[in-house]
């Protein structure tokens, strides 16, 4: 069984353009969260949808980001601009339910110069 | 607000020496509570989880936690770590609403 699909692995990108990260939760789970891991912050949540609804976004750092999940089995998360300081890696996982045990994608390694 | 505390930001051990980590929560409802662990350049995986039942929980390679209900926490333990176990270790716990939270972690070291 597949599990959390990410794309892209990893990404080098200048300040000031549009970055685009890929989910493609575990079939079945409607549970989708979008994680930010740094050494100076630790595991941030970013955003968490249920069942394709944005459910808390309180996570998010600023306009620049943005989720969408248009459907059960995609999401992407947008920045732009981008900062340096954005430069992290931003893992997506999956639930199959509230409450139950979160499988984490990969993890896609942003770098923004 | 829910919250999680992990006592120990980084641990140092050698080999074969005994594990416990710490982690407290803050909610009084029934909760569920998880141990991933992130080994170095991977992403986090579970390593036990505890819903109801048997307080103390047995998880992948040899790793056991305990629940204590009136102490608010979920310890981790190994009774002889090995230098593959170096790793960060996050505690987690789901309360009342949609949000599960993430403790701030504990990075391990095993010296061989």
Not at chain 1, 61 to 72: I, L, Q, V, W
Not at chain 2, 70 to 84: A, D, E, G, I, T
Request: proline share 5%.
């Amino acid at each position: 069984d597949a599990g959390v699909i990410q794309s892209p692995r990893h990404e080098v990108t200048e300040m000031g353009q549009e970055v685009t990260l890929r989910c493609k939760p575990i079939s079945g789970h409607n549970s989708l969260f979008w994680y930010r891991q740094t050494m100076m912050r630790g595991l941030e949540l970013l955003i968490y949808f249920n069942n394709n609804v944005p459910i808390d976004d309180s996570g998010m750092p600023e306009d620049r980001f943005s989720a969408k999940m248009p459907n059960a089995s995609f999401s992407t998360l947008k920045i732009q601009p981008s900062e340096p300081r954005d430069s992290a890696v931003y893992f997506c996982a999956s639930s199959p339910a509230v409450g139950n045990t979160i499988y984490f994608g990969e993890g896609s390694w942003l770098t923004v110069v | 607000a829910q919250s999680v505390s992990q006592h120990n930001h980084h641990v140092i051990l050698s080999e074969a020496a005994s594990l416990e980590l710490g982690c407290n929560y803050s909610y009084g409802g029934t909760v569920n509570l998880f141990w991933y662990v992130q080994y170095p350049g991977q992403h986090l995986q579970l390593l036990l989880k505890y819903f109801s039942g048997d307080p103390l929980v047995k998880g992948i390679k040899g790793f056991e936690a305990e629940f204590i209900k009136s102490k608010f926490s979920f310890n981790l333990r190994k009774p002889s770590v090995q230098w593959s176990d170096t790793a960060e270790y996050f505690c987690a716990v789901k309360g009342g609403g949609f949000k599960t939270i993430f403790g701030a972690g504990t990075r391990l070291f095993v010296k061989a």
